[in-house]
Antibody, heavy 117, light 106 residues
Framework: EVQLQQSGAELVKPGASVKLSCKTSGYTFSNYYMSWLKQMPGQNIEWIGNIFGGNGGAGYNQKFKGKATLTVDKSSSTAYMDLSSLTSEDSAVYFC???????????WGQGVMVTVS | DTVLTQSPALAVSPGERVSISCRASEGVNSYMHWYQQKPGQQPKLLIYKASNLASGVPARFSGSGSGTDFTLTIDPVEADDTATYFCQQTWNDPLTFGSGTKLEIK
């Protein structure tokens, strides 16, 4: 069974950074892209970027360049996202999601709430 | 960026048929996908590439369309279908989502 388990909720101060994790199981991590997405309360879903589990090659939505940095640890089948210089606009739920062949997301983590205050 | 426009809300009775539309600001071929999201949960893939049913999704859900106009249909609607439904395109970069249609079951 494919599972994506995200780390717990974060409360961080403005200007600080936070590192979120997404531990996977049930599939070959190095064969897929992992994406990260942002959802502010009651709002739209935004794609931040994705990273290939095999070689760590990453691509970003222009809007999030400089804000988010994606990495992977193949040995533990875990994806990470660093968010830097946090402001209130970064308060949101962040999801990791496995990217399928045509770009859809077939498996999602449970989401993690990041509060900047 | 490609803007996906969805109607904000719909209300239907159980047993009825409902169609949820998604219009793209530019062509996306057939690279449109649909998700269901219930409060406090992660989105769940329903339909991929316009008309393909995702694994484990009931056949009550179907999708159609190509180019700029797409539709998700639920027939018949059940009480458990109360949720927000999002469309997503992956033809143009960056991939984008619609703002969601909140479906209420009367």
């Amino acid at each position: 069974e494919v599972q994506l388990q995200q780390s717990g909720a974060e409360l961080v101060k403005p200007g600080a950074s936070v590192k979120l994790s997404c531990k996977t199981s049930g599939y070959t991590f190095s064969n897929y892209y992992m994406s990260w997405l942002k959802q502010m309360p009651g709002q739209n879903i935004e794609w931040i970027g994705n990273i290939f589990g095999g070689n760590g090659g990453a691509g970003y939505n222009q809007k999030f360049k400089g804000k988010a940095t994606l990495t992977v640890d193949k040995s533990s089948s875990t994806a990470y996202m660093d968010l830097s210089s946090l402001t209130s606009e970064d308060s949101a739920v962040y999801f990791c999601a496995r990217r399928g062949n045509w770009g859809y997301f077939d498996y999602w983590g449970q989401g993690v709430m990041v509060t900047v205050s | 960026d490609t803007v996906l426009t969805q109607s904000p809300a719909l209300a239907v009775s159980p047993g009825e048929r409902v169609s949820i539309s998604c219009r793209a600001s530019e062509g996306v071929n057939s690279y449109m996908h649909w998700y269901q999201q219930k409060p406090g949960q992660q989105p769940k893939l329903l339909i991929y590439k316009a008309s393909n049913l995702a694994s484990g999704v009931p056949a009550r859900f179907s999708g159609s369309g190509s180019g700029t106009d797409f539709t998700l249909t639920i027939d018949p609607v059940e009480a458990d279908d109360t949720a927000t439904y999002f469309c997503q395109q992956t033809w143009n970069d960056p991939l984008t989502f619609g703002s969601g249609t909140k479906l209420e079951i009367k």
